[in-house]
């Protein structure tokens, strides 16, 4: 059964930008883009890479290590050496509290 989380705060992430974020032994990302707030999978798909690091370009976070991007509103692999899909989480915002469904 999957419940909603408070992960943080909206301010805690800059734009452009995420956060790590672990709940329950659950690695997650946490993404404010200029589309809204995001959730994946922290760990890269190719290697076990961490994500935080990363770069945000518009959508899209790329993988610190080889450069695998990833779709971050629908987790899709959309660059080698990438090609397995980050899972995704659904986000809500209430007040200024980001919520996600675990
Ligand atoms: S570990 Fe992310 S692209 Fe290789």
Redo the contacts with the bound molecule.
Sequence with gaps: MSSWIDACATTEIDEEDLISWEHEGQKIAIYNTEEGFFATSLM??????S?EDGMVIDCVIE??????RFDICTGKAVSA??TVDLVTYPVKVEGDRIFVQI
């Design positions: 890269c798909t190719h290697e076990e890479q994500l993988c610190p290590l080889h450069g695998g050496p990438a």
